[in-house]
């Protein structure tokens, strides 16, 4: 489903690579934490999911598809099929939960009523039955971060990344978007979730990637996050080039490391953990409905309106645009920046407007 072959990143003008020679594959229907102290490569790694960033070295497969054969204007319909949550939601201001779940579809061109099932089905697989009304401004954290959950898999996608989703919210507002989480990969998505929050990790028993410096120090089944102080940090040496092919499925013992490799440095990892373990058996059951969540704490939701007020999206980016790539890439509207549509490409209205199904 998702497949590193040797890959290395290196951005420009950076002697150290942010990705350094990683192989790693990902099963369909995985959950997947990725973890490591800040600056250890999540990011870079989910960006190359999504083919934001290019390899310097190396091949991505994603759902079968090698990203370098797939033409800048071919990405936004590979990214239909994957799903993107952030830390700090991205949500548009100025639009209802409805429209803001609506935007994805309407922007790759889906017919009315399409929209107008798909739209309250997805809220209420969220906990957002009867909210489609309110402004973001008028919910708490996590319901804001579940409107964006329910923007990401309103289109059914098979993968969704989530790039730290509980970062801005209370334990137990994590807590219940972790168990929605839960519920959407148990329907079949596969999620590949980057996160600090070690009781988080701890609690779900999921596969976890360690990251530390570009490197993978640690790839376990049914993993906790197991790096609360630096000496516990588990060290595995990186595996090798020669991945199995996409048609090969490893079992649990393939996902350590060959033991004949030499042993790597120790990896010193700098996480601050916010969910405790504690926190989150205390959160049973881990379903937490919405209206319970609307208590945030008045930090909670100081930190959501900053996250949130940042997100302010400037009419002049909704006109057109050139197709001049350089001038599109420094003022990428939300749809852009979502990877629904190429940037710069043509909008609402145009001719030649992308859209209509994507298979
Ligand atoms: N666009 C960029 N240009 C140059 N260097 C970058 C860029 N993006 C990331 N880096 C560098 O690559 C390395 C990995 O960064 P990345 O954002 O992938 O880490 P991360 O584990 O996601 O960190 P965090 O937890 O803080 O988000 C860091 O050294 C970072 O400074």
């Known amino acids: 489903m998702i497949r590193f072959d040797s890959v290395t990143k290196t951005y420009p003008g950076q002697a150290r690579p942010a990705l350094n020679d990683i192989g790693v594959e990902i099963l369909r229907g995985e959950f ?4 490591g102290a800040s600056g250890s490569g999540k990011s870079s790694f989910l960006r190359l999911i999504l083919k934001e960033e290019k390899p310097s070295k190396g091949a991505i497969h994603v759902l079968g598809q090698d990203l370098g054969s797939i033409s800048t204007r071919k990405v936004p319909y590979f990214r239909r099929d994957l799903g993107v949550v952030f830390q700090d939601f991205r949500l548009l201001p100025n639009k209802s939960v409805y429209e803001n779940v609506a935007f994805t579809l309407r922007v790759i061109g889906k ?10 089905e997805t ?4 906990g957002l039955d009867g909210k489609g009304k309110r402004m973001p401004h008028e919910l708490s954290g996590g319901e804001q971060q579940r409107v964006a959950i329910a923007r990401a898999i309103v289109n059914k996608p098979q993968i969704l990344l989530a790039d730290e989703p509980t970062g801005n919210l209370d334990p137990v507002t994590s807590a219940g978007i972790m168990t929605l989480l839960e519920r959407i990969n148990a329907s079949g998505t596969t999620i590949v979730m980057a996160t600090h929050e070690a009781g988080i990790v701890d609690q779900m028993r999921r596969r976890v990637i360690e990251l530390s410096a570009g490197d993978i120090v640690r790839d376990e089944r049914s993993a906790g996050y197991d790096g609360q102080t630096v000496r516990d940090v588990e060290v595995v040496p990186r595996r090798g080039s020669g991945e199995p092919g996409e048609s ?13 490799t030499p042993a790597a440095a120790p990896v010193v990892t700098a996480a601050a953990p916010k969910v405790t373990p504690e926190v989150m058996r205390d959160a049973e059951p881990l379903y937490v409905e919405p209206e319970a ?20 999206v400037d009419p002049e980016q909704l006109k057109p645009k050139t197709k001049d790539a350089a001038a599109a ?31």
């Open 32 to 35: 997947v934490f990725l973890v």
């Open 123 to 126: 809220l209420k697989l969220v």
């Open 329 to 359: 890439s420094e003022h990428l509207t939300l749809a852009e920046r979502l990877g629904l549509r190429a940037p710069g490409g043509p909008r609402e209205g145009d001719d030649d407007q992308e859209v209509g199904p994507t298979k």
């Open 111 to 120: 017919s009315r009523g399409y929209v107008q099932s798909a739209v309250p």
């Open 248 to 260: 090969g499925v490893p079992d649990a013992s393939d996902a350590t490391a060959d033991s004949d």
């Open 293 to 312: 969540t609307d208590a945030v704490t008045d930090a909670a939701a100081e930190i959501t309106a900053a996250a949130t007020g940042t997100i302010q």
